[in-house]
Structures are given as structure tokens and as C-alpha cells.
């Protein structure tokens, strides 16, 4: 008679971050475990605010196959990382972390995870489309490889501080002169200064989070644009309720968080689970929060 997989003897991963009790990644990839037959175990990990190097090395060495790492640690996890995914280089942060050996490889996909939420879940394509990108932050940064790989028609990036726009433009730009993907025009602006309308806008400020609205002008909306905020939460963000008022379609996001989980998953097991039935699930429970 064959014994039951215990957390002794299956690989193991953690969500590493401080603080970290709020996170939904182990109900996550519970679910892909059992869905994809994967024998695996999944823990939260808080790491002390100058303890993550340390703790991260401690589960490796204790046999540890993975991590996904959460705030404020990417940027640590990404001078971690000893080998890079092109993607997690130009977002010069690390979401995810696979042990091989003395290799520690890093990966960032919250990028892709964006784009496989809004190509394959809401089923807009990005190809061709005039598509704004607020905010010029690490939430930005990371988003920003995966976005120019969809070729869109031009990517405008505005946020409050100009600067910081002009910037991740210029990152852009050098980024597509290495030839890690063809060339799209991408501009800077303010957020006020703002004059074209958009097929889709993504929301990648933290203004959510203070459940304030990018101060933009409303002409960027038009019927149909897809407004996309990074955040989530049981009622839709203050500049989801902004887009809808001016005729957008809206998209919180859950399903960037469920799609980021899946890339994951797939990196450490080889296996792309399945994510639409969770989707609906966690969309569910938000509901009931609510209620
Ligand atoms: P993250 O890693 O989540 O992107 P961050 O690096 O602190 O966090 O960046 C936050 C982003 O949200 C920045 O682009 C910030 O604009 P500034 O660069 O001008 O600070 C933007 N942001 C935060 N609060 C905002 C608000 N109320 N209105 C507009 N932009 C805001």
C-alpha cells in the first residue's frame, strides 16, 4: 500500500512578503494543485522587513522548490535572482522565484498575466489598439514588456509626475531597440494633459488604494473603451465607477491576480491550469463579502 503525499515529501513553495496573511495565492494554487493532479504544498512566508534574502535562502536550503514574492520584496527578489526572464529584466522586479539546483531563476508575471486577462478572459485584443497606460511605477514597469509584445498601435504612458512617464518611455524605447520586440510608438504625458480617446486604458496608479481617480480628462473615454484597474476589491474602484459613468467596459483586477498565479504555476510545474471556473469562484466570494 503506497503511503499519501505529506508536506514532508512533495515539493514545496510559499508566498513570501511582509505582511503576508492577506494573500490569496495559497487557496490559489491549492486549487491548480488539485485540478492539474500536482502533489505539491503551498505556505505563506513572512519574512521580516530586513530578513527577506535570509529567509528566501533558509527555505531553499530546507528543500524548498519556489516562491512567489509579494510587497516589498520584488525588487530584492530580482537582485536575488541569478537568472532572469527577459520580462522580469525590463520590469526590474521579481514575482517569482524557481530553485534548480544553485540557480535561483527569476521571473515576473504579472505582465503576462495582465495580458492573458485581457486577451484571453475578457477577449479584447491589444493588437492595433490605441491603449493608455496610467501610472509610471513599479505596477507600470512590470506591465510594460508584455503590453509592447501585443503590438499595440501606440502605447501613451501619463502619469502625476512627467518625469517618471518620460522614463519608463525611455526604458520603452531602449527595450525595443534591443530588439526584444517590434517597434510601437510610446509617448509621455501628464494625466491632465491628456487630448485622444483610447481603446483601452489600464489603471496601474496606486490611487485605488485611497480610492481616488487619476485626475484625466474624461474625453479619453469613448463607448466600448476597456478600462482596466490593477486593484480589485468587492465594489469597483473609483475609477472603474468614473469609466463606466462615461460608457467604458470595466475590468477589475481579479483575474490579472488569477492569471499571475497560473504563469507561476507554469513555471515552476511545466503545467497551465485551467482558470476560469476559479475566476468565477473568487468573483463569487467577493460577492458574498459584500453581502
Ligand atoms: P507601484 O509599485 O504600486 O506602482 P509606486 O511605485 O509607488 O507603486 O507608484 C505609484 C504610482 O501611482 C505612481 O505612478 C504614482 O504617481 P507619481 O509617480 O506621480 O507619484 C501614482 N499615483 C499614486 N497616487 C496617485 C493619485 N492619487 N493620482 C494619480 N496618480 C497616483
Redesign the pocket.
Known amino acids: 500500500m503506497s503511503a499519501s503525499p505529506t508536506s514532508a515529501t512533495v515539493d514545496r513553495y510559499v508566498v513570501i512578503g511582509n505582511p503576508v496573511a492577506h494573500s490569496k495565492s495559497p487557496a490559489i494554487h491549492a486549487r491548480f494543485a488539485a485540478q492539474t493532479a500536482q502533489a505539491l504544498d503551498y505556505q505563506r512566508l513572512l519574512a521580516p522587513l530586513d530578513g527577506f534574502v535570509a529567509s528566501v535562502l533558509a527555505f531553499r536550503d530546507g528543500g524548498g522548490k519556489g516562491a512567489n514574492v509579494t510587497v516589498p520584496f520584488k525588487l530584492e527578489a530580482f537582485t536575488l535572482a541569478n537568472r532572469l526572464t527577459p520580462r522580469a529584466q525590463v520590469a526590474g522586479a521579481v514575482n517569482t522565484l524557481r530553485f534548480d539546483g544553485g540557480e535561483i531563476f527569476g521571473d515576473n508575471t504579472d505582465g503576462i498575466g495582465l495580458v492573458n486577462d485581457i486577451v484571453g478572459n475578457a477577449g479584447c485584443s491589444l493588437h492595433g489598439k490605441r491603449l493608455l497606460l496610467l501610472?509610471?511605477?513599479?505596477?507600470?514597469r512590470g506591465a510594460l514588456l508584455p503590453l509592447l509584445e501585443q503590438m499595440p498601435a501606440e502605447l501613451v504612458i501619463a502619469?502625476?509626475?512627467l518625469a517618471?512617464a518620460q522614463e519608463l518611455a525611455t526604458l520603452a524605447q531602449s527595450v525595443m531597440a534591443s530588439g526584444a520586440c517590434a517597434n510601437v510608438p510610446v509617448l509621455a504625458s501628464t494625466?491632465s494633459e491628456l487630448q485622444q480617446t483610447f481603446d483601452i486604458i489600464i489603471n496601474?496608479?496606486?490611487?485605488s488604494l485611497?480610492d481616488?481617480v487619476?485626475?484625466i480628462p474624461v474625453s479619453v473615454f469613448q463607448p466600448k473603451t476597456l478600462a482596466y484597474d490593477m486593484m480589485y476589491g468587492t465594489r469597483p474602484t473609483a475609477f472603474l465607477q468614473l469609466a463606466a459613468l462615461h460608457g467604458a467596459d470595466c475590468r477589475d483586477g481579479l483575474g490579472m491576480l488569477v492569471e499571475q498565479a497560473a504563469e507561476a504555476f507554469l513555471c515552476w510545474r511545466g503545467v497551465r491550469p485551467e482558470t476560469s471556473q476559479l475566476l468565477a469562484d473568487l468573483r463569487a466570494d467577493l460577492q458574498k463579502e459584500l453581502t
Not at 204 to 207: E, F, L, N, R, V
Open positions: 501610472g509610471a511605477g513599479g505596477a507600470a502619469n502625476r509626475t517618471k494625466l496601474a496608479t496606486s490611487a485611497h481616488d487619476p485626475p
